[in-house]
C-alpha cells in the first residue's frame, strides 16, 4: 500500500521555525523526486520545493535562502524533510508531500497545516 504520512505542521509566530517531515513507504520504486507543495485558502496548489533522487533541488522564489529540502533513505523508507525558517503570514498553507515517479506517476500525502501568525 502506498503511503506518504505528513508531520510537523502547527502554529508559530512570525520569524520562527519549524520542520515537516514526510515518510514515504517503500512500495513506491523508482522515485525521480520528492517535494513539497502548499495551498493557501482561495488559492491554486503551488510548489515550494523539490529534490531529484540525484540531489539537485529546486525552491520557489518565495522561499529561496529560508526554505531546505533534504532526504534522507533506510532500509525501510525514504524520508523527505522540509526545514522552514523566517517564517512569514504569508506561508500559512497547508502543505502537501509528493513524490513523483520516473513513469510520471505522483503520489500526494494528506497534507499538514502550518499557520504562521502572532
Known amino acids: 500500500q502506498v503511503q506518504l504520512v505528513e508531520s510537523g505542521g502547527g502554529l508559530v509566530q512570525p520569524g520562527g521555525s519549524l520542520k515537516l517531515s514526510c515518510a514515504v513507504s517503500r512500495s513506491i520504486f523508482g522515485i525521480a523526486a520528492m517535494g513539497w507543495y502548499r495551498q493557501a485558502p482561495g488559492k491554486q496548489r503551488e510548489l515550494v520545493a523539490t529534490i531529484t533522487s540525484g540531489g539537485t533541488t529546486t525552491y520557489a522564489d518565495s522561499v529561496k535562502g529560508r526554505f531546505t529540502i533534504t532526504i534522507s533513505r533506510d532500509n525501510a523508507k525514504n524520508t523527505v524533510y522540509l526545514q522552514m525558517n523566517s517564517l512569514k503570514p504569508e506561508d500559512t498553507a497547508v502543505y502537501y508531500c509528493?513524490?513523483?515517479?520516473?513513469?510520471?506517476?505522483?503520489?500526494w500525502g494528506q497534507g499538514t497545516q502550518v499557520t504562521v501568525s502572532s
Open positions: 509528493t513524490v513523483e515517479r520516473r513513469d510520471s506517476l505522483r503520489f
